[in-house]
């Protein structure tokens, strides 16, 4: 089955992506996410109702369970880097650099030189 085979791909893409996650490689996360959206491409053409059924189902799940692992993995390494930046700051005693929440506005003052 088409489906079956593309989320299998998408599912291999995705943990490669948490791989390039963990080990902070950029390049390699930016493969990995090149890589899932080709694999994801065969799935436009599949009737959701195929992949909401039967075996597609379990492997639809797996691979969105992954995909929410990863976007977690993003957000902690994201807040790993903002606390670093705010340290950095402090140290060299000047603000804390422009962040912004989830709302988009701004969350911290911006870094001046």
């Known amino acids: 089955m088409i489906a079956q085979a ?16 963990d080990a902070g490689d950029l ?3 930016a493969r ?8 994801i491409e065969p799935l436009r053409s599949v009737d959701p109702a195929t992949l909401a059924a039967g075996p597609a189902q379990e492997t639809l799940a797996t691979a969105a ?15 790993r880097i903002d606390r670093r930046l705010h340290a950095l700051a402090r140290a060299i005693g000047r603000p804390a650099p422009m962040a912004y ?4 506005r701004p969350a911290a003052r911006m870094l001046r030189p």
Not at 6 to 21: C, F, G, K, S, Y
Not at 101 to 104: I, K, M, S, T
């Open 6 to 21: 593309a989320l299998a791909e998408v599912i291999a893409r995705t943990r490669d992506e948490i791989a390039a996650i």
């Open 27 to 29: 390049d390699a996360l």
């Open 32 to 39: 990995a996410t090149r890589a899932k959206l080709a694999a």
């Open 65 to 79: 369970a992954l995909n929410r692992e990863a976007a977690q993995r993003v957000n902690v390494a994201r807040a």
């Open 101 to 104: 929440g989830p709302d988009g």
